[in-house]
């Protein structure tokens, strides 16, 4: 009877967890079409057929992402910011050719210019505000100038 009591006891705490397991997770399934993310608690069923039934798992990623190679982008500064009339590009780069876009606070393209001997770009035609300035290239970031 001393040998039986222990086991008795320790069935009924996992039949009791069991439940518990049940209760949480009860309708949450895993299944072919289902999308998860590293770090979410998913339920992966027991038994396929009974919706309620399933293990508690979190999805873990042992793997670590890396960048082969770091190239930072070339610099390119952009004065006087901000401007009234238009503004100077400086960078170890050629920019004689390169299209430039400004861009309005929307989104909406309102200049496309390519760059001359001087490295500039007139401004005059824009109204006051904060515009976007791309270059076509993508070799340098995206920045914003303020005309007044």
Known sequence: MRKLTPILLLSMGCASAQSLVQTVN???????????????????????????????????QNGQLEVAEFSPAPKVVAYPNPTTAGISFKTDLNLIGEKVSVFDQSGKLVLQRLIGGENNLDLTSLSSGIYLIQFENKKFNAFKIVKH
């Open 26 to 60: 009860s309708g949450s399934l895993v299944t072919a079409s289902s999308s998860v993310s590293v770090g979410e608690i998913v339920v992966v069923p027991v038994n396929p057929i009974q919706s309620q039934s399933g293990l508690i798992g979190i999805l873990t």
